[in-house]
């Protein structure tokens, strides 16, 4: 069992904004900034889209943020489109450069 | 444009051992700190293994702790991952990512290579 909770599956309809939970215990979480969020399609190795809880690399959508509250981590994926239907990757530092990866939730464009 | 490439994968016995590498590209290795993570068949990601860019420190996983060792070769711009005493469960996707700073730990990734540890 992952430190970091993740529902397994969210589902929306095109245009719909979402959100991927992203819980873990006060030492993961709480006082951790270094929180990323990696998307990846089937086949396909994963995408970091959200680094440093809320910062997105260059070329990722604007639809995607992220934000933190205590122990809990969360991605947004506004206006909901077909090629947004992938495998959704929480990740946190667990000291020492040891990381720790949450379970992974399924986003479905219904 | 950055590019990482594993090879090495491959059907292997319990027991036995195998060595992965990844070749970088678009990029000087020795200027970065690099982690390899792994994907289960049909499970999420675990993290196994941090080489910093001077090849110290080094961290691994409590679950391949004394089985694997993490290399690099700067001049050859390649990261190795030597996988000994291989069991059923290290059966995955292993893939090779870049860390860009402490706080963006696989902002590239290579494309994978899959390890099937079976009898």
């Known amino acids: 069992q992952s430190a970091l909770t993740q529902p397994a599956s969210v589902s929306g309809s095109p245009g719909q904004s979402i959100t991927v939970s992203c819980t873990g215990t006060?030492?993961?979480?709480?006082?951790?900034?270094?929180v990323s969020w990696y998307q990846q399609h089937p086949g396909k190795a994963p995408k970091v889209i959200i680094y440093e809880v809320s910062k997105r690399p260059s070329g990722v959508s604007n639809r995607f943020s992220g934000s933190k509250s205590g122990n809990t981590a969360s991605l947004t994926i506004s206006g909901l489109q077909a090629e947004d239907e992938a495998d959704y990757y929480c990740?946190?530092?667990?000291?020492?450069?040891?990381?720790?990866f949450g379970g992974g939730t399924k986003v479905t464009v219904l | 444009e950055v590019q990482l490439e594993e090879s090495g994968g491959g059907l292997v016995q319990p027991g036995g051992s195998l060595r992965l590498s990844c070749a970088a590209s678009g990029f000087t290795l020795g200027t970065y700190n690099m982690n390899w993570v792994r994907q289960a068949p049909g499970k999420g990601l675990e993290w196994v293994s941090f080489i910093s860019s001077s090849s110290s420190p080094i961290f691994y996983a409590d679950s391949v702790e004394g089985r694997f060792t993490i290399s690099r070769d700067n001049a050859k711009n390649s990261l190795y991952l030597q996988m000994d005493s291989l069991r059923v469960e290290d059966t995955a996707v292993y893939y090779c990512a870049r860390e860009d700073t402490s706080a963006q730990p696989f902002q590239h990734w290579g494309q994978g290579t899959l390890v099937t540890v079976s009898s």
């Open positions: 006060s030492i993961i979480l709480d006082l951790n900034n270094v």
């Open positions: 990740c946190a530092h667990a000291g020492s450069r040891h990381w720790v």
